[in-house]
Nanobody
Framework: QVQLVESGGGLVQAGGSLRLSCTAS????????MGWFRQALGKEREVVAR????????LYTDSVKGRFTISRDNAKNTMYLQMNSLKPEDTAVYYC?????????????????WGQGTQVTVSS
Protein backbone atom coordinates (compact mmCIF):
# COMPACT_ATOMS: atom_id res chain seq x y z
CA GLN A 1 0.00 0.00 0.00
CA VAL A 2 1.31 3.42 -0.92
CA GLN A 3 1.83 5.99 1.80
CA LEU A 4 2.78 9.62 1.31
CA VAL A 5 4.18 11.47 4.30
CA GLU A 6 4.66 15.24 4.32
CA SER A 7 7.13 16.98 6.60
CA GLY A 8 8.77 20.35 7.03
CA GLY A 9 5.79 22.47 7.98
CA GLY A 10 5.83 24.85 10.90
CA LEU A 11 5.53 28.43 12.05
CA VAL A 12 7.54 31.09 10.26
CA GLN A 13 7.49 34.88 10.07
CA ALA A 14 6.44 36.66 6.92
CA GLY A 15 9.34 36.82 4.50
CA GLY A 16 10.79 33.59 5.80
CA SER A 17 11.29 30.22 4.12
CA LEU A 18 10.28 26.61 4.60
CA ARG A 19 11.02 23.45 2.68
CA LEU A 20 8.35 20.79 2.55
CA SER A 21 9.11 17.17 1.75
CA CYS A 22 6.82 14.39 0.62
CA THR A 23 8.23 10.90 0.88
CA ALA A 24 6.54 7.86 -0.57
CA SER A 25 6.73 4.35 0.77
CA UNK A 26 5.18 1.08 -0.30
CA UNK A 27 6.15 1.39 -3.92
CA UNK A 28 8.21 3.58 -6.17
CA UNK A 29 6.39 6.58 -7.58
CA UNK A 30 9.12 7.57 -10.00
CA UNK A 31 6.72 7.25 -12.94
CA UNK A 32 3.94 9.30 -11.32
CA UNK A 33 3.49 13.02 -11.68
CA MET A 34 3.01 14.71 -8.33
CA GLY A 35 1.77 17.93 -6.89
CA TRP A 36 1.30 20.08 -3.81
CA PHE A 37 -2.11 21.30 -2.71
CA ARG A 38 -3.13 23.52 0.17
CA GLN A 39 -6.28 24.25 2.07
CA ALA A 40 -6.67 27.27 4.29
CA LEU A 41 -9.24 27.38 7.05
CA GLY A 42 -12.66 28.04 5.57
CA LYS A 43 -11.43 27.92 2.00
CA GLU A 44 -11.45 25.38 -0.78
CA ARG A 45 -8.44 23.25 -1.51
CA GLU A 46 -6.23 24.61 -4.29
CA VAL A 47 -3.38 23.19 -6.28
CA VAL A 48 -0.15 25.07 -5.59
CA ALA A 49 2.45 23.38 -7.77
CA ARG A 50 2.74 20.34 -10.01
CA UNK A 51 5.64 18.38 -11.44
CA UNK A 52 5.83 15.76 -14.14
CA UNK A 53 7.11 12.26 -13.47
CA UNK A 54 10.64 13.11 -14.62
CA UNK A 55 10.71 16.68 -13.32
CA UNK A 56 10.83 18.13 -16.80
CA UNK A 57 7.61 20.10 -16.43
CA UNK A 58 6.64 22.26 -13.47
CA LEU A 59 3.51 24.33 -13.09
CA TYR A 60 2.56 26.87 -10.44
CA THR A 61 -0.51 28.76 -9.41
CA ASP A 62 -0.07 32.47 -10.03
CA SER A 63 0.06 33.46 -6.38
CA VAL A 64 3.25 31.46 -5.72
CA LYS A 65 5.15 31.98 -8.96
CA GLY A 66 8.63 33.28 -8.31
CA ARG A 67 8.44 32.34 -4.64
CA PHE A 68 7.90 28.56 -4.56
CA THR A 69 9.91 25.85 -6.32
CA ILE A 70 8.76 22.28 -6.74
CA SER A 71 11.30 19.53 -7.33
CA ARG A 72 11.70 15.80 -6.92
CA ASP A 73 14.37 13.18 -6.34
CA ASN A 74 13.13 9.91 -7.78
CA ALA A 75 16.05 8.00 -6.32
CA LYS A 76 14.77 9.00 -2.87
CA ASN A 77 11.08 8.68 -3.79
CA THR A 78 10.69 12.23 -2.48
CA MET A 79 9.19 15.47 -3.72
CA TYR A 80 9.96 18.92 -2.33
CA LEU A 81 8.43 22.36 -2.16
CA GLN A 82 10.83 25.18 -1.40
CA MET A 83 8.80 28.14 -0.19
CA ASN A 84 10.49 31.54 0.00
CA SER A 85 9.19 35.02 0.78
CA LEU A 86 6.29 33.51 2.64
CA LYS A 87 3.20 35.60 3.24
CA PRO A 88 0.43 35.25 5.84
CA GLU A 89 -1.93 34.23 3.03
CA ASP A 90 0.23 31.14 2.47
CA THR A 91 -1.00 29.81 5.80
CA ALA A 92 -2.71 26.47 5.17
CA VAL A 93 -2.42 22.74 5.49
CA TYR A 94 -0.24 21.54 2.64
CA TYR A 95 -0.82 18.15 1.05
CA CYS A 96 1.09 16.18 -1.52
CA UNK A 97 -0.63 13.98 -4.06
CA UNK A 98 0.14 11.92 -7.11
CA UNK A 99 -1.42 11.89 -10.51
CA UNK A 100 -4.21 9.36 -11.12
CA UNK A 101 -2.03 6.97 -13.08
CA UNK A 102 1.56 6.73 -14.31
CA UNK A 103 2.80 9.66 -16.38
CA UNK A 104 -0.45 11.67 -16.15
CA UNK A 105 -0.12 15.15 -14.70
CA UNK A 106 -1.93 16.01 -11.51
CA UNK A 107 -5.09 17.99 -12.11
CA UNK A 108 -7.46 18.22 -9.17
CA UNK A 109 -5.90 15.34 -7.29
CA UNK A 110 -8.76 12.93 -7.86
CA UNK A 111 -7.72 9.33 -8.29
CA UNK A 112 -4.27 9.80 -6.86
CA UNK A 113 -2.54 8.95 -3.62
CA TRP A 114 -2.64 11.61 -0.90
CA GLY A 115 -0.65 12.42 2.19
CA GLN A 116 -2.08 13.49 5.53
CA GLY A 117 -0.90 17.07 5.30
CA THR A 118 1.45 19.37 7.15
CA GLN A 119 0.53 22.72 8.68
CA VAL A 120 2.26 25.87 7.49
CA THR A 121 1.60 29.02 9.47
CA VAL A 122 3.04 32.38 8.44
CA SER A 123 2.82 35.15 11.00
CA SER A 124 2.73 38.82 10.05
Amino acid sequence: QVQLVESGGGLVQAGGSLRLSCTASGRTLSNYAMGWFRQALGKEREVVARISWNGGTTLYTDSVKGRFTISRDNAKNTMYLQMNSLKPEDTAVYYCATGPSPYRMVTDGSGGYWGQGTQVTVSS
